[in-house]
C-alpha cells in the first residue's frame, strides 16, 4: 500500500488531478476485493451510484460498491440526493501518503447523512472518522463454495456438519438442527435423523431417492449428487447449505440466508 503510494507519487510529481485521485482509490479498491476472491467489473466514473459490481466465482453474489477517494480528508458529497444507491460506501483518504479505508454499508452511511442549508446532503469526516469503519474491506470476502451438488429438496439454512458414515453415527453424533453429511443410500433407517436435521447433504443419488422424498414432505433442504462430501466438508465445521441451488459454502453467507426470509 505505502509502496504502491511512493511509487505513483515519483512518477506524478506535484499535485494530483482529482479524477487521477479518484482513480487512485477505484482501483485500489478493486484489487483488494479480487484479492477477497470476487470476480470485480469496475463501472463507468460517471456512472450514478456506484462504481464497482462485484460478483461471486459461481456468479450467485452480486455486491455494489461507491468509491470516494481523496488525497487528504474531506466530507463525501452527496449532492442534492440523500439516497445512497451502493450496497456499501467505501471512503479512501490520504491516498498517497498513509492511506486510511473506510467501509460503510448502505445502512450505515445513510444514517451519517446530514443537509447544509443549500439543500446539499453531506458525510462530515468526524462522522465517519471511526474506528468500527475502518479497515474493513477484509470483511467483504465472496461467499466460499466448498461443494456442489444437485438440488433434492429447497431450501437455505446455516449448521454444523455431522460426518456419518452409518446410521449409528448418527444416532450418536446428532444435535437438532445439525446437517449430517452422508454417504450414498437408501436405506430407511436414515429418516430419524432427517427430523433432527435442519437440512442433509448425501454423496450420491438423485430426487428419486427416499432421503429426498421424505426431505420434500418434511419441508428439509436436501443436497444430493456431492461427490466426496463426507471427505471434503469437516465434522462440527459450520456451513451454510442452499439446497436451492445445490451448493454447500464455508461459514454463515448472510446475504443468502437473509435472501430466503
Known sequence: DLFACALIREMTPGKLPKQVVGLVGLYYVCYRLAKNGWVVMPTSRNTRGFDIVALSPDLRKRI??????????????????????????????????????????????????REDRR???????????????????????APKLVIKGLPASPGIVFGKARICLTPAEAEEKMRQGDVPVIP???????????????????????????????CRELNAPCIVGAKDA????????????????????????????????
Request: charged share 30%; proline share 2%.
Open 64 to 113: 455494489t460498491i461507491e468509491v470516494e477517494s481523496f488525497s487528504g480528508r474531506s466530507a463525501v458529497s452527496l449532492g442534492k440526493s440523500c439516497e445512497i444507491l451502493a450496497d456499501y460506501l467505501v471512503i479512501r483518504t490520504n491516498v498517497l501518503e498513509e492511506p486510511v479505508t473506510y467501509v460503510l454499508s448502505r445502512e450505515e452511511a445513510e444514517r451519517l447523512i
Open 119 to 141: 439543500g446539499e446532503y453531506w458525510i462530515e469526516v468526524k462522522d465517519y472518522d471511526r474506528e468500527e469503519y475502518r479497515h474493513r474491506l477484509d470483511s467483504l470476502r
Open 184 to 214: 450414498e443410500t437408501r436405506d430407511p433407517e436414515w429418516v430419524p435423523y432427517i427430523k433432527r436435521a435442519s437440512a442433509i447433504v448425501m454423496e450420491g443419488g438423485d430426487a428419486t431417492y427416499n432421503i429426498s422424498i421424505v
Open 230 to 261: 463426507t471427505k471434503q466438508l469437516v465434522d462440527g465445521g459450520e456451513y451454510t447449505i442452499d439446497a436451492t441451488f445445490g451448493a454447500v459454502y464455508e461459514g454463515r453467507v448472510e446475504e443468502l440466508i437473509k435472501g430466503q426470509d
